[in-house]
């Protein structure tokens, strides 16, 4: 699963006094209603994003979400973190099938290796179970297919984690974007650089390693969001540095991506260089510049450039999370489809596999038109007050020196 590198620039900053009157309102805010019901989740795969940010989101999401079981294979893992989040249903994962057969969960949140994906939501949704299920979808595009059909056969609700679809920045950009101050949107421009630690999961071909299923999903996601559309052609290229942890999987990629009305968006993103993330949106008439727009944790600026005149704003760090939780578990109580879909990842993983391909043969690749509508609105915006990064147990951040 998708893991950008915490940012720390501001994790050591104190609080000013109106910060904290904001964090305590916006914690009221997320306390539970009185008689209000909450959707009882299992989250499932206890690794670095569960441990530094999934687990940690549901104090935020108290108002309609509530943890109610892990499950790993891992018993320290287990019985460390059940009695931090105060969790007494600890399963491994031959347990699975009893847990979303009984009555104890109503959903379960699926942060597992990316090429299980598939094979989890299925046995979940199949269950009865709503499954929100982290980024990538799946490895394959009949993977994606088969889950959204079973999730609409056994109708149940099914949600990929796009936390961005929710954050406040980027959606910022959503809207500046589409009130045309920028004039026709033409360009598309994106790095996201890290450095990975050799035989990290993150470098492990079997398992969906690679930089476009963990990073590169990134920008693809929101050229999409902000071109509001589905490329027609892709291509892509690989270099790789030479390092060992390089053997299975290319250390970087760069692709372009066509739009409709002749857009580009390029990007590249890479496992062997420093820390890097930003994106460029270029009209005819002005440009946003974001920096560090796929942090989960960290400060993302924007700036804002029309003609002559320039505006920065810079955005604090919040639990990216805890929306997620909040907004699928309101879609559950309400019947309501959530955006982002299962068919939204299985758009991006359509792309993915495109790119692959593009890659391995040295030719551009045409993609069949994508049917597509629903994006995400600046509506969606939700902030929740940052958490404390918490002790990890059995698991390491796959960045060097973290």
Not at 203 to 230: H, P
Request: charged residues 25%; contains cysteine; hydrophobic residues 40%.
């Amino acid at each position: 699963m998708a893991t950008p590198k915490r940012s720390t620039k501001t994790s050591s900053r104190k609080q000013a006094p109106r910060t904290r009157r904001k964090a305590k309102a916006e914690a009221r805010k997320a306390a539970p209603r009185a008689g209000g019901k909450r959707i009882r989740y299992a989250v499932v795969g206890q690794g670095y994003i569960s441990q530094i940010a999934i687990l940690p989101a549901f104090a935020n999401a108290r108002r309609n979400s509530e943890l109610v079981a892990l499950v790993s294979d891992d018993p320290e893992k287990l019985r460390k973190l059940g009695k931090r989040y105060k969790v007494a249903r600890l399963l491994g994962y031959e347990d699975f099938e009893a847990l979303v057969a009984s009555d104890a969960i109503d959903a379960v949140f699926i942060a597992l290796p990316n090429h299980l994906h598939h094979a989890y939501t299925l046995r979940a949704v199949r269950a009865g179970k709503h499954v929100l299920c982290e980024k990538p979808m799946a490895l394959t595009v009949d993977e994606c297919r088969e889950m959204v059909e079973e999730a609409e056969a056994n109708r149940v609700q099914l949600m990929i984690a796009y936390r961005l679809h929710f954050e406040r920045a980027n959606l910022r950009a959503v809207q500046i974007a589409h009130s045309r101050r920028l004039g026709d949107l033409r360009v598309f421009n994106s790095v996201f650089c890290m450095q990975v630690e050799e035989g990290n999961i993150r470098l492990q071909a079997a398992t969906g390693g690679g930089t476009l299923y963990d990073i590169g999903i990134y920008c693809i996601n929101a050229a999409r969001y902000l071109f509001r559309d589905e490329p027609t052609e892709v291509v892509a290229l690989t270099a790789s540095n030479g390092e060992s942890r390089f053997a299975e999987v290319p250390e970087m990629t760069s692709c372009i991506l066509r739009f409709p009305e002749e857009r580009l968006a390029t990007f590249t993103c890479s496992f062997g260089a420093a820390e890097a993330s930003s994106y460029d949106l270029v009209g005819t008439e002005g440009f946003i510049h974001m920096n560090d727009p796929y942090t989960f944790a960290g400060e993302i600026t924007q700036t804002v450039t029309i003609g002559k005149k320039t505006q920065e704003k810079i955005f604090g760090p919040t639990d990216q999370f805890a929306p997620e939780l909040l907004y699928f578990s309101d879609c559950i109580l309400n019947r309501r489809a959530p955006e982002p879909s299962g068919v939204e990842g299985w758009a991006d993983v359509r792309i993915i596999r495109a790119l692959l391909e593009s890659a391995e043969t040295g030719r551009p690749v045409r993609l069949a038109p994508f049917d597509r509508t629903r994006r995400p609105e600046p509506e969606q915006a939700e902030t929740r007050p940052a958490v404390e990064e918490p002790e990890l147990v059995g698991a390491q951040s796959p960045h060097p020196g973290d």
